[in-house]
C-alpha cells in the first residue's frame, strides 16, 4: 500500500514502513495499541495524535511483533550502496553559533542522485517535533523550494529552518516548533535541501528518507 506520511513526524513513516515489510494490517495495529483502526489510520496517513507518543507504542508492538516471529522471516537483501560521510555536530536549529565539534563519521545509504550529500547533527528545539535535537540531517546542495527544509547560512552562524519566500519582504526562515522566532531570509544564505533524517531509536538507527526534500506544512 502506498500512503502519505503527515511529515511532522517520521516515526509515521517508520511504523507503515514495518506494516508493509511484515504485511500487517492497521487493524492488526490498532488491536495491539487499543485504539480504533479508524484513528491508527488516521494519525498515519493525515492527523497525528496529540499524545505523540503513541507513534513510540506503535513502534514498540511491532518491535515485539518482529521479536517474537525471530528466525521465521526470511532476510531481505539489501542492495543500496552505503557510504562513510563526516558528520559536522551543532548544526543549530536555535540559536545560531559557530561551535562545532571534531566530526564523527556515519555510514549512511546512498541517495543515488549525484549531488553533493552532507550530514549535520542537529541542536537545539526550534524544528520540533519534525527534527529533534540529537537527529543527524542528510542535506543536498541544490536549489530550495518553498517550504522545503534547509540549512542556512551567513558570517559564520548557521541554522536549519523552513524555507518560506515572500515578494513583500523577500521571506522568511521559520521554525516548526511556534516558541521560536522566525529568521528573515535576506540576512542569510541557503547551502542545502533537508532529503533525510537519522534518528538513534531503541535498538538502533531510523532512517527516514525523503528524495524530493523535506517539505513542512503546518496542519498538513
Same mark, same amino acid.
Request: net charge neutral; with cysteine.
Given at each position: 500500500?502506498?500512503?502519505?506520511?503527515?511529515?511532522?513526524?517520521?516515526?509515521?513513516?517508520?511504523?507503515?514502513?514495518?506494516?508493509?515489510?511484515?504485511?500487517?494490517?492497521?487493524?492488526?495495529? &490498532?488491536?495491539?495499541?487499543?485504539?480504533?483502526?479508524?484513528?491508527?489510520?488516521?494519525?498515519?496517513?493525515?492527523?497525528?495524535?496529540?499524545?505523540?507518543?503513541?507513534?513510540?507504542?506503535?513502534?514498540?508492538?511491532?518491535?515485539? @511483533?518482529?521479536? +517474537?516471529?525471530?528466525?521465521?522471516?526470511?532476510?531481505?537483501?539489501? #542492495?543500496?550502496?552505503?557510504?562513510?560521510?563526516?558528520?559536522?555536530?551543532?548544526?543549530?536549529?536555535?540559536?545560531?553559533?559557530?561551535?562545532?565539534?571534531?566530526?564523527?563519521?556515519?555510514?549512511?545509504?546512498?541517495?543515488?542522485?549525484?549531488?553533493?550529500? @552532507?550530514?549535520?547533527?542537529?541542536?537545539?528545539?526550534?524544528?520540533?517535533?519534525?527534527?529533534?535535537?540529537?537527529?543527524?540531517?542528510?542535506?543536498? #546542495?541544490?536549489?530550495?523550494?518553498?517550504?522545503?527544509?534547509?540549512? &542556512?547560512?551567513?558570517?559564520?552562524?548557521?541554522?536549519?529552518?523552513?524555507?518560506?519566500?515572500? *515578494?513583500?519582504?523577500?521571506?522568511?526562515?521559520?521554525?516548526?516548533?511556534?516558541?521560536?522566532?522566525?529568521?528573515?531570509?535576506?540576512?542569510?544564505?541557503?547551502?542545502?535541501?533537508?532529503?533525510?533524517?537519522?534518528? +538513534?531509536?531503541?535498538?538502533? *538507527?531510523?532512517?527516514?528518507? @525523503?528524495?524530493?526534500?523535506? =517539505? =513542512? *506544512?503546518?496542519?498538513?
Amino acid at each position: 500500500m502506498t500512503i502519505t506520511m503527515p511529515v511532522e513526524d517520521p516515526r509515521a513513516q517508520l511504523v507503515t514502513d514495518l506494516l508493509d515489510k511484515h504485511r500487517l494490517s492497521m487493524r492488526w495495529l &490498532a488491536a495491539k495499541v487499543n485504539e480504533s483502526h479508524v484513528s491508527v489510520t488516521r494519525w498515519l496517513t493525515k492527523t497525528p495524535p496529540k499524545d505523540r507518543q503513541k507513534y513510540s507504542y506503535m513502534l514498540q508492538c511491532i518491535r515485539k @511483533y518482529e521479536s +517474537d516471529i525471530s528466525g521465521k522471516v526470511e532476510p531481505v537483501l539489501a #542492495v543500496r550502496q552505503m557510504i562513510q560521510l563526516p558528520v559536522l555536530s551543532d548544526l543549530p536549529a536555535s540559536p545560531m553559533n559557530t561551535s562545532f565539534a571534531d566530526p564523527e563519521t556515519m555510514l549512511v545509504p546512498d541517495p543515488g542522485t549525484g549531488e553533493e550529500i @552532507y550530514l549535520r547533527r542537529v541542536s537545539g528545539h526550534s524544528m520540533s517535533p519534525l527534527i529533534e535535537a540529537g537527529d543527524v540531517v542528510m542535506f543536498a #546542495v541544490r536549489s530550495a523550494e518553498p517550504r522545503q527544509v534547509v540549512q &542556512a547560512f551567513d558570517d559564520g552562524k548557521e541554522t536549519i529552518k523552513v524555507y518560506v519566500p515572500r *515578494r513583500s519582504d523577500g521571506g522568511m526562515l521559520e521554525p516548526v516548533n511556534p516558541d521560536y522566532d522566525p529568521i528573515p531570509l535576506a540576512t542569510m544564505n541557503i547551502k542545502g535541501v533537508a532529503i533525510a533524517i537519522l534518528r +538513534d531509536i531503541p535498538g538502533g *538507527r531510523a532512517t527516514f528518507e @525523503y528524495p524530493r526534500g523535506i =517539505f =513542512f *506544512r503546518p496542519n498538513s
